[in-house]
């Protein structure tokens, strides 16, 4: 029976109050969402306009005149379409200064990341996010700030002083911007003034990203000694190949294929394959003497392999001083220091490649009986000096990091039987950093005043590939070389009874130097360069594979003469000279399994593979593939190590020993696990059905697909809707990490140029990312496309679009 809405007298009945009662709550409830989401909307609007405006209120000067403390007369700054700046100032303190700025205006950020990762201070702008502390832990046990401040402490004067204008420069030109730089908008935070100390940081982030900071390749050595025997180590991981292209025509012994496994690997069933190999830091850079050249004058190349990203790694200028010590050098800097890191002033060019000579030893602490913080030392038993450091994130509590040290370095390792590793490290020298070498050679005048630069250098140690006006050409490392004795310092050793160590470091008439060969050309690739006793001095520290530097050094020699374009036509070599042999052994593979349905198709795009690693190529990335898997596998099942696999650049050697292998299958040594050589390739191919089918079938399967730019602004990998403001298209590149054309997702050279000095007219230049960091920039990643597709555009900067005036201010400003 219904109620009755209403009484008699008219009045509501108790349900229909209820009922209302319902309803306008209801109704209040939506009001209130409502009324919320409009909230939020206006909340999240504000937001977007505050960053806009910022974000326009933050962009770089471009014209006019600025006021600038401590300038001694003007420096005027004009920047061409592609945003590359010239400076031209009478002094060189006032250069620095004027540089400084300009990083400070457009690479703060940059610059910023690069002395908290040196330091292990990320998370201190980037929060508590364990990945970010684990960086910073491990970065904090070189405890960089405090050598920062000790190499500052012992500074020359003139370097002091012109490390103290480019600071000063950095600062004055992050506060002439009308805004924050829109990174610390989206992180809440605000930017720290830079210190003169963090441009020795930023140093210290090349040997960071360039070298082994923990000697863990010495450490993985040991591992596979003792897990393969000293035999088979030896032939899985040679020192060399036939392969090599030493500059000096040296081979090194090849080691003997072992009879058959040790023992102990006979039994052993395991299958952990390697995963696909990781690019390596790296570079090409060659050089050809005036005899080879139009002009006369050497003809340098250079192409350094690197992370790309936006805004690039370097940041292109050219620096002009007047008066009684004139300087006019054209190049790349480093945002974070104030001077050109490779290019040309003239007289001379000069590029570098990443040496990868041995600059680290892993040491066996000898514990003292009885006393469980002491170490022997061939001086007697020493404490263990114990360093207290915090990481203290943003928006997090700090957390206390005892690190533990010697007389030789740090603790890097502790086992689990309490065994203590330290590191011996070129870096951790008093004098590891210090700028009279790559000031030196902003002036040098020859190859010969090059080479004295180059050995009185205190940086991360480089191949230097150098040329001058004469058609002279060398090559040498630039940077301290160790002075080992009783040790080739491949594995970790005690140091305890003074038989073996480093007697500091070579002195420079010792370092080896190849000038002016006979031939008239300089090659290096990250491989060995040097054999006999120059060999044993530098010491292998990672050396790689000399398939592309040979490659290099077969176009060096199939002309006679040079001109720029013929060392772009080089530098964009992706013919994959490496692959023929695997190639053939992937076809042999499949004609023997033409009824197993999951190759299908195969066979013909193998055969139409075409040798270069282009984007739509399905034939080469098969045969990619087979290299890798082939590799992943064989090497994975001799070391069965489930917990660790070893860093791929434990073996890098590893061409010649796999090629060995399958040719000669012989029956002793078919990887643990496998019944026979055919069993091997079966699983090989099995992994590689499983990276077709994931790609989306044998159509999908291209070398482009794989190979993508994949070039983005750092803070696009945490926040991904910064790239969309931020980043370029992605675009699918030739090229690979076996050929001179090194290309892979986010990586690849870092810039390219060929120039000879006094010829920098005819010179050419290019660079992934963007000049500037700011989006909005109207330069912003002007350049990146002609880096994607290899044009030549010039080496010296173009006619000035934008003129910028730094003065000293007015008296009484």
């Known amino acids: 029976?219904?109620?009755?809405?209403?009484?008699?007298?008219?009045?509501?009945?108790?349900?229909?109050?209820?009922?209302?009662?319902?309803?306008?709550?209801?109704?209040?409830?939506?009001?209130?969402?409502?009324?919320?989401?409009?909230?939020?909307?206006?909340?999240?609007?504000?937001?977007?306009?505050?960053?806009?405006?910022?974000?326009?209120?933050?962009?770089?000067?471009?014209?006019?005149?600025?006021?600038?403390?401590?300038?001694?007369?003007?420096?005027?700054?004009?920047?061409?379409?592609?945003?590359?700046?010239?400076?031209?100032?009478?002094?060189?303190d006032d250069l620095a200064r004027a540089l400084g700025f300009l990083h400070g205006q457009e690479r703060f950020f940059q610059m910023d990341l690069i002395r908290r990762s040196s330091a292990g201070e990320l998370s201190a702008l980037l929060g508590p996010v364990e990945v970010v502390k684990n960086i910073d832990r491990q970065r904090r046990l070189h405890r960089f700030r405090h050598r920062a401040q000790q190499a500052l402490a012992t500074a020359t004067p003139e370097h002091r002083r012109l490390l103290e204008a480019y600071a000063d420069g950095v600062n004055q030109g992050l506060a002439a911007l009308g805004g924050r730089p829109f990174e610390y908008t989206l992180l809440l935070s605000s930017p720290r003034p830079w210190q003169v100390e963090d441009s020795i940081l930023a140093v210290y982030s090349m040997y960071l990203d360039l070298q082994d900071d923990k000697a863990l390749g010495d450490r993985i050595r040991a591992q596979v000694w003792e897990r393969l025997g000293p035999e088979l180590a030896a032939f899985l991981y040679p020192g060399g190949t036939p392969l090599d292209s030493a500059l000096d025509g040296s081979a090194l012994p090849q080691p003997d294929m072992p009879a058959g496994l040790p023992d102990h690997l006979r039994q052993a069933r395991t299958r952990t394959p390697w995963p696909a190999e990781g690019p390596s830091p790296g570079s090409n850079g060659w050089a050809v003497g005036g005899a080879l050249t139009?002009?006369?004058?050497?003809?340098?190349?250079?192409?350094?392999?690197l992370g790309?990203?936006?805004?690039?790694?370097?940041?292109?200028?050219?620096?002009?001083?007047?008066?009684?010590?004139?300087?006019?050098?054209?190049?790349?800097?480093?945002?974070?220091?104030?001077?050109?890191?490779?290019?040309?002033?003239?007289?001379?060019?000069?590029?570098?490649?990443?040496?990868?000579?041995?600059?680290?030893?892993?040491?066996?602490?000898?514990?003292?009986?009885?006393?469980?913080?002491?170490?022997?030392?061939?001086?007697?038993?020493?404490?263990?000096?114990?360093?207290?450091?915090?990481?203290?994130?943003?928006?997090?509590?700090?957390?206390?990091?005892?690190i533990e040290e010697t007389i030789w370095g740090p603790v890097v390792e502790t086992r689990e039987d309490g065994t203590r590793i330290a590191l011996r490290w070129t870096a951790h020298e008093p004098d590891a950093i210090n700028m009279t070498g790559m000031l030196g050679l902003e002036?040098?005048?020859?190859?010969?005043?090059?080479?004295?630069?180059?050995?009185?250098?205190?940086?991360?140690?480089?191949?230097?590939?150098?040329?001058?006006?004469?058609?002279?050409?060398?090559?040498?490392?630039?940077?301290?070389?160790?002075?080992?004795?009783?040790?080739?310092?491949?594995?970790?050793?005690?140091?305890?009874?003074?038989?073996?160590?480093?007697?500091?470091?070579?002195?420079?008439?010792?370092?080896?130097?190849?000038?002016?060969?006979?031939?008239?050309?300089?090659?290096?690739?990250?491989?060995?360069?040097?054999?006999?006793?120059?060999?044993?001095?530098?010491?292998?520290?990672?050396?790689?594979?000399?398939?592309?530097?040979?490659?290099?050094?077969?176009?060096?020699?199939?002309?006679?003469?040079f001109l720029p374009t013929d060392m772009l036509a080089i530098q964009l070599d992706d013919r994959a000279a490496t692959l023929d042999f695997w190639q053939a052994q992937l076809?042999?593979?499949?004609?023997?399994?033409?009824?197993?349905?999951?190759?299908?198709?195969?066979?013909?795009?193998?055969?139409?593979?075409?040798?270069?690693?282009?984007?739509?190529?399905?034939?080469?990335?098969?045969?990619?593939?087979?290299?890798?898997?082939?590799?992943?596998?064989t090497y994975g099942a001799y070391l069965?190590?489930?917990?660790?696999?070893?860093?791929?650049?434990?073996?890098?050697?590893?061409?010649?020993?796999?090629?060995?292998?399958?040719?000669?299958?012989?029956?002793?040594?078919?990887?643990?696990?496998?019944?026979?050589?055919?069993?091997?390739?079966?699983?090989?191919?099995?992994?590689?059905?499983?990276?077709?089918?994931?790609?989306?079938?044998?159509?999908?399967?291209?070398?482009?697909?794989?190979?993508?730019?994949a070039v983005q602004h750092p803070l696009a990998r945490i926040l991904p809707p910064v790239g969309w403001l931020t980043d370029p298209p992605?675009?699918?590149?030739?090229?690979?990490?076996?050929?001179?054309?090194?290309?892979?997702?986010?990586?690849?050279?870092?810039?390219?140029?060929?120039?000879?000095?006094?010829?920098?007219?005819?010179?050419?230049?290019?660079?992934?990312?963007?000049?500037?960091g700011h989006p909005l920039s109207p330069y912003y990643l002007a350049g990146h496309a002609d880096w994607q597709e290899g044009r030549p555009t010039p080496f010296l900067p173009g006619e000035a679009r934008w003129v910028l005036t730094l003065e000293p201010p007015a008296q009484g400003d």
């Not at 139009?294 to 392999?305: I, K, W």
């Not at 696999?645 to 073996?651: I, K, L, T, W």
């Not at 986010?746 to 810039?751: L, N, R």
């Open 1 to 92: 029976m219904e109620t009755a809405p209403f009484t008699d007298d008219g009045t509501a009945t108790g349900a229909m109050v209820a009922r209302a009662r319902r309803r306008g709550r209801g109704r209040g409830w939506v009001r209130g969402l409502g009324y919320g989401v409009v909230g939020l909307m206006g909340v999240v609007a504000l937001t977007a306009g505050a960053f806009t405006i910022n974000l326009y209120a933050s962009r770089p000067l471009l014209e006019g005149a600025h006021p600038v403390q401590g300038l001694t007369g003007a420096v005027a700054i004009g920047r061409d379409a592609q945003g590359v700046p010239v400076l031209e100032a009478g002094s060189r």
């Open 294 to 305: 139009a002009t006369g004058a050497a003809l340098v190349a250079n192409d350094m392999h």
């Open 308 to 402: 790309v990203t936006v805004p690039g790694i370097w940041y292109r200028a050219r620096l002009r001083q007047t008066g009684p010590e004139p300087l006019d050098v054209t190049g790349v800097t480093l945002p974070g220091m104030p001077l050109v890191v490779a290019g040309s002033n003239g007289k001379v060019a000069w590029g570098y490649t990443n040496s990868y000579i041995d600059t680290a030893d892993a040491i066996v602490l000898e514990p003292v009986d009885g006393a469980p913080d002491q170490y022997r030392t061939p001086g007697g038993p020493k404490p263990l000096t114990r360093v207290t450091e915090e990481i203290c994130p943003a928006w997090g509590d700090c957390e206390p990091m005892v």
């Open 443 to 561: 002036r040098a005048a020859s190859v010969p005043d090059a080479i004295i630069q180059a050995h009185a250098a205190r940086q991360p140690q480089q191949n230097l590939i150098v040329g001058d006006a004469d058609g002279n050409v060398a090559w040498t490392i630039m940077g301290a070389v160790p002075a080992r004795f009783g040790t080739d310092g491949q594995q970790p050793e005690s140091w305890a009874d003074g038989t073996r160590g480093w007697h500091g470091l070579l002195p420079p008439e010792q370092v080896p130097v190849i000038a002016n060969p006979e031939d008239g050309r300089i090659w290096t690739a990250n491989a060995r360069i040097v054999g006999g006793e120059a060999y044993a001095l530098l010491g292998d520290g990672g050396y790689d594979m000399g398939g592309r530097q040979g490659q290099i050094r077969d176009a060096l020699f199939a002309r006679d003469r």
């Open 587 to 633: 076809l042999a593979a499949l004609r023997a399994r033409q009824d197993r349905p999951g190759l299908a198709g195969w066979q013909a795009a193998v055969e139409n593979w075409g040798g270069r690693a282009i984007p739509d190529s399905t034939g080469y990335r098969l045969v990619r593939a087979f290299r890798s898997a082939l590799a992943g596998t």
């Open 640 to 709: 069965g190590l489930e917990k660790e696999a070893p860093r791929n650049r434990a073996a890098r050697q590893q061409e010649a020993p796999l090629r060995r292998l399958l040719v000669e299958r012989p029956a002793g040594l078919v990887p643990p696990g496998y019944d026979d050589w055919d069993a091997l390739i079966d699983a090989a191919l099995a992994r590689m059905e499983t990276e077709v089918a994931t790609a989306g079938g044998l159509d999908r399967f291209t070398w482009g697909q794989r190979n993508v730019s």
């Open 730 to 772: 992605e675009r699918s590149l030739p090229g690979d990490t076996l050929m001179p054309r090194v290309q892979g997702p986010g990586f690849g050279a870092s810039e390219r140029f060929a120039v000879s000095p006094g010829h920098e007219a005819d010179g050419y230049f290019h660079m992934p990312g963007s000049q500037s």
